[in-house]
Nanobody
Framework: VQLQASGGGLVQTGGSLRLSCAASGFALDYYAIGWFRQAPGQEREGVSCITSSDGSDGSTYVAEHVKGRFTVSKDNAKNTVYLQMHSLKPEDTAVYYC????????????????WGQGTLVTVSS
């Protein structure tokens, strides 16, 4: 089981990025998938979550501090979950991680067992 996060980079304030979380070794549609971020010197915080479509309904959740700017979605054919980020701010600068619950049919918030390696997002002012 592996998760590969990608899509990070350097963007100016107000810009957009789309992060991808590609899964291998399991079908992520059956598990809750979360996005987290960790800025330098700060604790990791949850950003969003999407429930499984099997046992749950594929509902999406976004943290209040990014609501209206970030959305989470998934493409089952590509076995990938996306985090679309708009109107980026310098305070969004962080390493972004995706994580998967290990329980089939899991909902949000998940109990995350599998973690990707992270992708760095840097928002310049």
């Amino acid at each position: 089981v592996q998760l590969q996060a990608s899509g990070g980079g350097l963007v100016q304030t107000g810009g957009s990025l789309r992060l991808s979380c590609a899964a291998s070794g399991f079908a992520l549609d059956y598990y809750a998938i979360g996005w987290f971020r960790q800025a330098p010197g700060q604790e990791r915080e949850g950003v969003s979550c999407i429930t499984s479509s099997d046992g749950s309904d594929g509902s999406t959740y976004v943290a209040e501090h990014v609501k209206g700017r970030f959305t989470v979605s998934k493409d089952n054919a590509k076995n990938t979950v996306y985090l679309q980020m708009h109107s980026l701010k310098p305070e969004d600068t962080a390493v972004y991680y995706c994580a998967a619950d290990s329980r089939p049919g899991s909902s949000c918030p998940g109990e995350y067992f599998y973690w990707g390696q992270g992708t760095l997002v840097t928002v310049s002012s």
